[in-house]
């Protein structure tokens, strides 16, 4: 009887488990900019591995990324935001003065909408 009530537990937690994993994978599909990462990392090598086949080299300080600017408007700082904005009113400017735009208001921004659909469809395939 305790081989089999292990033999349960152990079934139990086997399922709790996978349940997990099948939640996690869902949440880094859901992911919008990054998606899964998860298969990427696992067939990486780890960072110990290579610091110690590279005979003790360090990497060149020229591929070191700048940080990220946030995209949040709320969490910009007052600088970002404000070229944020002056880039926007010039992007605004430039559709105002378009004559396609003057000419049919609606037809250009449809045209607009369904281009930035198929650049995303193309960029981001299922």
């Not at 998860?38 to 591995?49: F, N, R, T, Y």
Request: one cysteine or more.
């Amino acid at each position: 009887m305790k081989l089999r009530k292990e033999r349960w537990l152990q079934k139990i937690e086997s399922v709790k488990l996978a349940k997990q994993k099948q939640k996690a994978e869902a949440k880094r599909k859901a992911t919008p900019v990054v998606g899964d990462m998860q298969p990427l990392m696992e067939a990486l090598p780890e960072l110990s591995d290579l610091t110690t086949g590279g005979r003790g080299r360090k990497p060149p300080k020229s591929h070191v990324k700048a940080k990220a600017e946030p995209t949040d408007f709320c969490l910009m700082k007052q600088a970002q935001k404000r070229r944020l904005l002056e880039k926007e009113v010039a992007q605004f400017h430039e559709v105002i003065t378009d004559p396609r735009f003057r000419a049919n208001p609606l037809m250009a921004i449809s045209e607009h909408l369904s281009k930035r659909l198929r650049q995303e469809e193309e960029s981001n395939p299922l």
